[in-house]
């Protein structure tokens, strides 16, 4: 039974305290979900399951905090992940797998993150010392091979002599793509009167070399800011879109896969293999790609990596000019490829995510 993707939207990506900044989880992202049922004529009452994905929301169920608040019938549970940045394709991967088991015809699936909401963590300790509070929680058994993400990204330049020069002028390009390029059509819900990134800027050689520098040759300019926002997209069964007369995307084949800890960064390249060689689909065959810009290194590490065409990936700019609501970043880039696509009148795409702990996730979409 073959999965097909309906609808497809997204809030404005919002750097952290910026426009979204007092909003819930369900308030940021029960508008898009009903947007996105809204774009694919779908009753509520016809939606077997919400799958959401959230990082850093402090736990609960946020998906059925958001089924509910989006006015979903009470039946619906709601399933949250957490694959950190991969749990947006991963959310899509589920969705595709239940439709295609039979066990739902109508799949709601995406990600929401606020990065301005998210509470503070405490670790706790036997020996009776005050909890202390921290950022980052353990991606690894082995503190050696567990940096933090900047330190991973800083060696994977290192290691690929990928210079800061090639990483600015990386960053600098998707914030010109992102210029130049209109949102796509139902693309961006608008929440709070912002219906447009409103990070993205014009970014100058001279701004990037003035950036602060946050380990090596990783800076606030080759960097994605952290960020609120939501992406959601409607997944279908055959008999469903049929019903609906929807055109419709076929979700063709994915995989997560993980890799070594310490090099999140070049994750992607096992699961794009993976999803390769699950579809037979290869790299030249692919028209269009949206490759996560966490840092300007991974994009260019994974581009290479994978045998990408640069021209073809993150044609309307990438995360550096919008910015990484983590749980909701991969969803984003599949809500960008979807709209891609159909405004290309078809071809296959690729979406593509890192995550921490060396982990990644790919899906491959056909219009």
């Not at 014009?202 to 952290?226: D, E, F, M, Q, W």
């Not at 055109?247 to 999140?264: N, S």
């Not at 609501?325 to 690729?350: C, D, F, K, Q, W």
């Amino acid at each position: 039974m073959t999965a097909t993707l309906i609808a497809a939207c997204r809030s404005a990506v919002v750097p952290r305290g910026g426009a979204f900044a007092a909003l819930s989880l369900d308030a940021l992202g029960a508008p898009v979900l009903q947007a996105a049922l809204a774009q694919a004529g779908i009753d509520p009452m016809q939606v077997d399951e919400v799958i959401v994905s959230n990082a850093i929301g402090g736990g609960g169920n946020p998906a059925r905090l958001i089924a509910l608040a989006a006015g979903l019938p009470e039946r619906i549970a709601g399933l949250t992940i957490d694959r950190q940045c991969a749990g947006g394709l991963d959310a899509l991967l589920l969705a595709k797998l239940m439709v295609e088991s039979g066990t739902a015809d109508v799949v709601v699936a995406g990600g929401v993150e606020s990065f301005s909401r998210r509470p503070t963590r405490l670790r706790t300790f036997a020996d009776g010392r005050a909890p202390e509070p921290y950022d980052q929680p353990p991606f690894a058994p082995w503190p050696d091979r567990d940096p933090d993400m900047a330190t991973a990204a800083d060696r994977l330049a290192r290691d690929l002599d990928i210079s800061k020069e090639a990483q600015d002028t990386w960053a600098i390009e998707s914030h010109r793509k992102a210029l130049e390029t209109l949102p796509l059509p139902q693309e961006i819900v608008a929440i709070n009167g912002i219906a447009r990134d409103p990070f993205t800027r014009r970014l100058t050689p001279a701004l990037a070399a003035r950036a602060k520098t946050v380990h090596g040759t990783i800076t606030a300019a080759n960097t994605s800011v952290a960020a609120d926002g939501a992406a959601f997209c409607v997944v279908v069964s055959e008999q469903m879109r049929r019903s609906l007369g929807a055109q419709g995307v076929t979700l063709l084949g994915g995989a997560t896969r993980g890799d070594r800890p310490e090099m999140p960064g070049i994750a992607p390249l096992a699961a794009i293999r993976a999803t390769q060689d699950q579809t037979g689909i290869r790299s030249d065959r692919i028209e269009t790609a949206e490759v996560m810009e966490a840092f300007a290194v991974q994009a260019i590490a994974c581009v290479q990596g994978a045998g990408l065409d640069p021209a073809r990936v993150n044609t309307g700019g990438g995360s550096l000019a919008r910015g990484h609501p983590i749980g909701a970043s991969g969803t984003v880039n599949a809500v960008r490829l979807y709209h891609t696509l159909l405004a290309r009148g078809g071809g296959t795409g690729l979406a593509t995510i890192a995550a921490a702990g060396g982990t990644a996730t790919a899906l491959l979409l056909r219009a």
